[in-house]
């Protein structure tokens, strides 16, 4: 049986192990990217500016993750981790519920790793917590990705437990310009600061 592949992230994600899905042919992706607003973060998107040029070639595997991922994996055809922490989502975006719910079923097949989520997708989130029996694992961190530049969220959304902002102006909460993430980690513990900040280039 065919299983999602993770991948080795580089440059501030350097050491991070990654389950990517291709962002490219993500229709949420697509409408964000070419919303035209200068205030959403997705007009700059790192992955789908990537995906098209220096990381083409990630295409392939991405979009087999991709076709996987949308459907839904018997958690034994999930794979086994031997890590710490994993990332879910260096690349893409949740497409649907079955989507959310087989990285939920990926974290609680592996107990020993803490797997964090970032996605903007609440609507998706929502959903799956009203489905009857669900629970989120422990070990899965939500990270709530705020698409909007310049407009700090200090309240954690439902269900989340940790949300993600961007700012091109210094802010005295900035507690993520400049660092790996191997190295800090915030993003992959339940510990330590859960509004976190990071000053993005400014767009010309």
Not at 38 to 46: A, F, G, L, P
Not at 150 to 171: G, L
Request: aromatic share 8%; charged share 25%.
């Amino acid at each position: 049986m065919d299983t999602i592949e993770p991948s080795v992230m580089t440059g501030k994600m350097t050491g991070i192990t990654s389950f990517n899905t291709n962002t490219v042919s993500n229709e949420f992706c697509g409408k964000m990217f070419n919303s035209g607003k200068s205030d959403v973060i997705c007009t700059e998107c790192y992955s789908m500016k990537m995906l098209k040029g220096s990381r083409k070639n990630c295409v392939p595997k991405f979009q087999r993750n991709t076709d996987l991922m949308q459907h839904h994996i018997h958690p034994d055809d999930l794979p086994v981790l031997n890590l710490a922490w994993c990332r879910g989502h260096g690349h893409g975006e949740l497409i649907n519920y079955k989507h959310f719910l087989n990285f939920s079923n990926l974290a609680k097949k592996n107990p020993q790793t803490t797997l964090t989520l970032f996605t903007k997708r609440r609507d998706i989130v929502n959903w799956v917590f009203k489905l009857k029996g669900y629970k989120k694992p422990k070990n899965l961190i939500l990270v709530y990705s705020n698409p909007i530049i310049n407009k700090v969220i200090n309240e954690i959304p439902k269900h989340f437990d940790k949300v993600f902002n961007t700012v091109t102006e210094e802010n005295a909460q900035d507690n993520c310009t400049g660092k790996k993430c191997i190295d800090c980690l915030n993003c992959y513990k339940h510990s330590g600061a859960q509004v976190l900040i990071e000053k993005v280039k400014k767009r010309s």
